[in-house]
């Protein structure tokens, strides 16, 4: 797992199926709006426990370095972006991001993107590959459950950036370019001050300019008194 480094693996196979690598068993209850198959034995406690809605885990492994989580989407179906045909599997591409800590221990989230060829000849498009902000932007370092996760840590904790890459298992400047623009849109807001009548400010003696006043310590007796 690199410290802040996008890795795509390409899998050809577009059929195949997988099994969770824990909590095996009885699934807990059914998924209303999944359109997976049951043959696939989800586990629905797996599921939940990931937090990513229309996601299912594949798989978790714990390597040295941080806990990775294979997760793929449940969307069996896809539109092309540019004439809405629906289009034909054309593979995957395994991108890796870094997700939000688990139990103070780094994650990794690897998500088997499923890859679409469009057959429409006088589409522009030719192939596309899902995607889904909830788990991450376009080619990011950063999941967006671990962007959430440090701004609050910022905001709330008191925490600091280079805290925050040391408990992300990553780099200063990595969760630095991440974070940087939602604060500046956050700041660019102005709606962050609605409701608000009164702003408090705490009072904080500040020093003249100018070289520091010492204060002299005479060592007599009668200071000692």
């Known amino acids: 797992v690199g410290r802040g480094l996008r890795?795509?693996?390409e899998v050809l196979d577009?059929?195949?199926t997988s099994t969770p690598a824990i909590f095996k068993g009885p699934r807990a209850a059914c998924h209303p709006t999944c359109c997976c198959s049951v043959s696939l034995d989800r586990c629905d406690r797996c599921d939940l426990l990931v937090g990513l809605e229309g996601f299912h885990l594949m798989s978790v492994a714990r390597t040295p370095q941080a806990l990775v989580l294979d997760i793929e989407s449940c969307d069996c179906?896809?539109?092309?972006?540019?004439c809405g045909v629906i289009a034909q599997g054309h593979?995957?591409?395994?991108?890796?991001?870094i997700d939000a800590p688990?139990?103070?221990?780094?994650?990794?989230?690897?998500?088997?993107k499923r890859r679409w060829i469009c057959r429409e000849h006088t589409c522009q498009i030719a192939t596309f590959t899902e995607q889904n902000h909830s788990v991450c932007a376009p080619r990011p370092c950063l999941g967006t459950r671990a962007i959430r996760w440090a701004i609050r840590q910022l905001r709330f904790e008191g925490a600091t950036i280079a805290g925050l890459a040391r408990q992300l298992a990553t780099t200063w400047n990595t969760v630095w370019s991440h974070i940087k623009p939602r604060l500046q849109t956050a700041s660019n807001n102005p709606a962050r001050f609605a409701g608000v009548r009164v702003l408090g400010v705490d009072e904080r003696r500040?020093?003249?300019?100018g070289p520091t006043p010492t204060r002299a310590h005479v060592n007599s007796p009668a200071s000692r008194t």
Not at 91 to 97: F, L, S, W
Not at 206 to 209: D, E, L, M, R, T
């Open 206 to 209: 500040v020093a003249p300019p």
């Open 102 to 112: 688990w139990a103070g221990v780094p994650a990794r989230i690897r998500w088997f």
């Open 77 to 82: 179906l896809a539109g092309c972006p540019g």
């Open 7 to 9: 890795v795509e693996v």
């Open 91 to 97: 593979g995957r591409v395994v991108v890796e991001v």
């Open 14 to 16: 577009d059929e195949r």
